[in-house]
């Protein structure tokens, strides 16, 4: 069974930052799959946020999060990172870790179904 495991969630005041983590237990490695980190705010649909190659090599970030959030990894501790800097009140949501076992060394995916599981989320919320 895999599962990952996301942390690092918290209330912060507009303009702070936080670090979210995702590390996979259950699982040996997942050094060679595609990540990505998604959100949904209450009321509207799941969406991409910033995604990552196995490689690392590549990264794709949704447009309203360009400039202040930045995605990494670590394959040798096996946990994916997102940096959120400047963070704003429409930031807030729950944050989920994807992984899609399966893709190229740059690929990079930004569609919920191109996902095969998830986590169970974290709560970010952003005061004004």
């Known amino acids: 069974q895999v599962q990952l495991v996301e942390s690092g969630g918290g209330l912060v005041q507009a303009g702070g930052s936080l670090r979210l983590s995702c590390a996979p237990s259950?699982?040996?490695?997942?050094?060679?799959?595609?990540m990505g980190w998604f959100r949904q705010a209450p009321g509207k649909e799941r969406e991409i946020v910033a995604a990552i190659s196995w490689s690392g090599s590549s990264t794709y970030y949704a447009d309203s999060v360009k400039g202040r959030f930045t995605i990494s990894r670590d394959n040798v501790k096996n946990t994916v990172y997102l940096q959120m800097n400047s963070l704003k009140p429409e930031d807030t949501a729950v944050y989920y870790c994807?992984?899609?076992?399966?893709?190229?060394?740059?690929?990079?995916?930004?569609?919920?179904?191109?996902?095969?599981?998830w986590g169970q989320g974290t709560q970010v919320t952003v005061s004004s």
């Open positions: 994807a992984v899609r076992l399966a893709g190229t060394p740059s690929g990079t995916y930004y569609q919920r179904n191109d996902y095969d599981y």
């Open positions: 259950g699982r040996p490695s997942f050094s060679r799959s595609a």
